[in-house]
């Protein structure tokens, strides 16, 4: 997707959910580094609602769609995101 696709981009916090391991298997078990996985809200990715995930499991989540990735995984990528996202806003405005 373009980067004119995407609601509220914000790379500093892009930066940041990098650095955490992927959400799947957190103690190391993937191979790779961790991107950003948008969680979608309606047509438009949101920079918003993201989580860490390795490539293979963001492709996994790609493919299978949100609901499948969840069940599969037993997470709920949407509050994850929001609490990744509140942590986001806390760090900011600590650091103002």
């Not at 930066?15 to 993937?30: A, K, N, S």
């Not at 995930?53 to 790609?62: F, G």
Request: net charge positive; charged share 25%; glycine share 6%.
């Amino acid at each position: 997707m373009t980067p004119s696709r995407v609601k509220n981009r914000d790379e500093a916090k892009r930066e940041w959910i990098r650095t955490f391991p992927c959400l799947v298997f957190p103690h190391g078990d993937c191979v790779g580094t961790t991107e950003c996985a948008h969680i979608r809200h309606g047509v438009h990715k949101d920079d918003d609602c993201m989580v860490p995930l390795c490539r293979q499991h963001h492709q996994e989540q790609h493919n299978w769609g949100n609901l499948k990735f969840q069940r599969r995984y037993d997470t709920h990528l949407t509050g994850v995101g929001r609490k990744y996202h509140a942590t986001w806003i806390a760090l900011q405005e600590w650091a103002a």
